[in-house]
Antibody
Framework: QLQLQESGPGLVKPSETLSLTCTVS??????????WGWIRQPPGKGLEWIGS???????YNNAALKSRVTMSVDTSKKQFSLKLSSVTAADTAVYYC??????????????????WGQGTLVTVSS | DIVMTQSPDSLAVSLGERATIHCKSS????????????LAWYQQKPGQPPKLLIY???TRESGVPDRFSGSGSGTDFTLTISSLQAEDVAVYYC????????FGPGTKVDIK
């Protein structure tokens, strides 16, 4: 069965770059039917979608974070990654990697999330 | 951007009774070309990632008990738990995927 596992530092200093990787097992990352995404949840708060990437490398980004977000995918390693630059305390959150089902509106895009990683807490603090 | 709201913020329901959660989108999420509402519901229990319950506003994900049902169209949607069980205590989120995905703020469901 499909599993997603986040990895990366749990503590990042303010103004630095947060880097996380998600490793996919039990399934293909190169399927045309899915986007691979990042969603975060500040402690005690709700969910915020960060962005999603297709196996080809095309991306969708949350406009509020777009200037600070870089995503990449490595199909040979079955991994996709997130970089969030210039972090502040407001970026402290549990970060989830996720699989979206592809849906079509004007074109293909990330739809509902049918698989989630367990999440990793990233704290921004000096 | 489409903004999602939910009501109530929290509710407490007796075991076996009905729980109803409302979700409203700031714009229409019904795609006319396929007559589908681009709306999903998730359940999140403490310390766990969210779990997909319903997509296309009313289609239950595989394995989800049939006491969970979704309804609505356009901008107004409802998640109903027909007979609340102890294991249903959780926070429930709606999400639109008509445009860049966005979640509602969540509704906490407890036992009365």
């Amino acid at each position: 069965q499909l599993q997603l596992q986040e990895s990366g530092p749990g503590l990042v200093k303010p103004s630095e770059t947060l880097s996380l990787t998600c490793t996919v097992s039990g399934g293909s990352i190169s399927s045309s039917g899915y986007y691979w995404g990042w969603i975060r949840q500040p402690p005690g708060k709700g969910l915020e979608w960060i962005g999603s990437i297709y196996y080809s490398g095309s991306t969708y980004n949350n406009a509020a974070l777009k200037s600070r977000v870089t995503m990449s995918v490595d199909t040979s390693k079955k991994q996709f990654s997130l970089k969030l630059s210039s972090v502040t305390a407001a970026d402290t959150a549990v970060y989830y990697c996720a699989r979206h089902i592809v849906v079509v509106v004007a074109g293909p895009g990330p739809g509902p999330v049918d698989h989630w990683g367990q999440g990793t807490l990233v704290t921004v603090s000096s | 951007d489409i903004v999602m709201t939910q009501s109530p913020d929290s509710l407490a329901v007796s075991l076996g009774e009905r729980a109803t959660i409302h979700c409203k989108s700031s714009q229409n999420v019904l795609y006319s070309s396929n007559n589908q509402n681009y709306l999903a519901w998730y359940q999140q229990k403490p310390g766990q990632p969210p779990k997909l319950l319903i997509y296309w506003a009313s289609t239950r994900e595989s394995g989800v008990p049939d006491r969970f049902s979704g309804s609505g169209s356009g901008t107004d949607f409802t998640l109903t738990i027909s007979s609340l069980q102890a294991e249903d205590v959780a926070v429930y989120y709606c999400q639109q995927y008509y445009s860049s995905p966005a979640f509602g703020p969540g509704t906490k469901v407890d036992i009365k």
